[in-house]
């Protein structure tokens, strides 16, 4: 268990909607990322916060969008879903901007 | 742009050999490197780091060979088990930004 805690396990939802993904990060880290996994595409940066701001960001859609709050845990928020969108999503934290502990991640059906 | 790669998708090996994996990077400005072990659906899970100042770091039963000159990192396991099955991702890290993830070789242990 790496102390990373990722809600839902499994989402189905159906194109055009709307959901959020939340992760509560290790206790103490003040860095957390999300990362797609898609089965042709292996893992894929998407967005970096520390500490509460917006630290790094990678290969994210403007339909996706992220934020970390006073608490530290952080949501990933995706809009207007699309069937591409289907995917394991993985969040992951570390005390700093360096190695990261993940978390079982959450898998997203779009149908 | 820069990226993280793989040579071999796929190892497969017998129980009780040693195992090599391997990573080309391209970033040369990346200090930090990880080798992650990702079992059927669950998160990744770190195994072993190595920074851009060392050529070689032993854990248990692995060990990470870095060769900065020709941009090269490998995971070496001894006495691979069949518990050893997953797929490996060597990831990078240079300064700020976030980690860089190569597609991953499935190493499969056949007893």
């Known amino acids: 268990d790496s102390g990373v805690t990722q809600t839902p396990k499994h989402l189905i939802t159906a194109t055009g909607q709307r959901v959020t993904l939340r992760c509560s990060p290790r206790?103490?880290?003040?860095?957390v990322y999300w990362y797609q996994q898609s089965l042709d595409q292996g893992l894929q940066f998407l967005i970096q916060?520390?500490?509460?701001?917006?630290?790094a960001k990678g290969n994210i859609l403007e339909r996706f969008s992220a934020q970390q709050f006073p608490d530290l845990h952080s949501e990933l928020n995706l809009s207007s879903l699309e069937l591409g969108d289907s995917a394991l999503y993985f969040c992951a934290s570390s005390p700093w901007t360096g190695d990261a502990f993940f978390g079982q991640g959450t898998r997203l059906t779009v149908v | 742009g820069e990226s993280v790669g793989l040579h071999l998708p796929t190892l497969s090996v017998q129980e009780g050999d040693n195992s090599i994996i391997n990573c080309a990077y391209s970033n040369s400005a990346s200090d930090y490197f990880i080798w992650y072990k990702q079992e059927s659906g669950k998160g990744p899970q770190f195994i072993i780091d190595?920074?851009?100042?060392?050529d070689k770091r032993q854990g248990q039963r692995v060990t990470v060979l870095l060769n900065k000159t020709v941009k090269h990192l490998s995971l070496q396991i001894a006495a691979t088990q069949p518990g050893d099955s997953a797929v490996y991702f060597c990831?990078?890290?240079?300064?700020?930004?976030?980690?860089?993830f190569g597609k991953g070789t499935m190493l499969l242990v056949s007893p």
């Open positions: 206790s103490g880290d003040l860095s």
């Open positions: 916060y520390y500490n509460g701001e917006e630290r």
């Open positions: 990831a990078e890290n240079s300064g700020y930004s976030t980690l860089t």
């Open positions: 190595i920074r851009s100042n060392m």
